[in-house]
């Protein structure tokens, strides 16, 4: 899926936003590739719902599947986490450069 940078952004925030994601990508990243009987295997809910977490994280270009048989197993893609790191270190920096600022006309 080819996104503008905030698109990509939006996408990946939208997708971590739900703690069950937060965790299946987590495990995706300590044990991937694994499939999503595996993953279903380590938490409290379906491989149903495995299934759909991921395919919100694959949209969001979180993680990449392969097929390894009659499954698909999943691995980390860390291009859209890598943007997403730099937008926000970007904003982060802006708003440290305002604080300066503030600080300096308050000291003033």
């Not at 069950?20 to 590739?33: F, K």
């Not at 698909?72 to 730099?86: G, Q």
Request: net charge neutral; with cysteine.
């Amino acid at each position: 899926m080819s996104q503008g940078p905030q698109d990509q952004v939006s996408e990946v925030l939208a997708a971590l936003a739900d703690p069950m994601r937060r965790q299946v990508l987590d495990l995706v990243a300590a044990h991937g590739p694994v499939s999503a009987s595996a993953l279903a295997n380590q938490l409290p809910v379906s491989r149903q719902a495995i299934v759909k977490h991921l395919a919100v994280l694959e949209r969001a270009e979180l993680v990449a599947s392969q097929r390894a048989g009659r499954e698909n197993c999943f691995s980390v893609r860390s291009d859209a986490l890598d943007a997403t790191a730099t937008w926000m270190a970007s904003l982060a920096s802006q708003w440290d450069s305002r604080l300066a600022r503030l600080k300096r006309i308050a000291e003033a």
